[in-house]
């Protein structure tokens, strides 16, 4: 019986085509195997390719992670701090500092030595003042010590001088 003037394998065929079966002939079944063994490496080299698309994936997504994880990022970051000027007391050129970057300091703690030799020159010269003007006040000549004292702190700045035992005493 046919249905709309079809016969059974005009049925059969069009079953075939929507579905996309082909027939089986006699080329395909002399090379049955190769068919076969092209599928086979059709799909190992997608797996492979699959695979290593899915590694590459892998080892940049742990790549970022591992950024993300020392660095921050933003476009309105504020840094919260404390910030303590160092004034010195006095002035002068540093000859030391004893503390290294971000490290913390206590109150009391030596951060910088400032070089002194201008200070003790001072210091000379004002104590040989000082004797100065006490041999002025008992006597008219200041002692031969006051005069090596004011000697030696104008040295600090122009040279040595003698030893004070060198100086003559005739006074």
Same mark, same amino acid.
Do not use: K, P
């Given at each position: 019986m046919t249905l709309g003037g079809r016969g059974a394998t *005009?049925?059969?065929q069009d079953k075939r085509k929507q579905t996309g079966e082909e027939g089986v002939s006699e080329e395909s079944m002399d090379n049955g195997s190769n068919g076969t063994a092209e599928a086979r490496t059709r799909r190992t &080299?997608? !797996?492979v390719v699959v695979g290593v698309a899915l590694l590459a994936g892998a080892l940049w997504g742990v790549g970022r992670w591992s950024y993300a994880r =020392?660095?921050?990022?933003? *476009? @309105? =970051?504020? &840094?919260d701090g404390h910030i303590v000027p160092i004034l010195a007391k006095v002035g002068g050129y540093v000859r030391d500092v004893? &503390?290294? *970057? @971000?490290?913390s300091v206590h109150g009391g703690d030596i951060v910088v030595v400032i070089d002194d030799s201008e200070l003790r020159v001072k210091l000379a010269e004002a104590q040989a003042d000082l004797e100065g003007a006490r041999a002025a006040a008992g006597t008219t000549r200041p002692s031969p010590r006051?005069?090596?004292r004011r000697s030696t702190a104008r040295s600090g700045?122009?040279?040595k001088l003698p030893d004070p035992t =060198? !100086?003559?005493r005739s006074t």
């Open positions: *005009d049925g059969m &080299v997608m !797996l =020392a660095h921050v990022s933003t *476009d @309105n =970051a504020q &840094v004893d &503390v290294e *970057d @971000n490290q006051a005069t090596w700045r122009h040279g =060198a !100086l003559s």
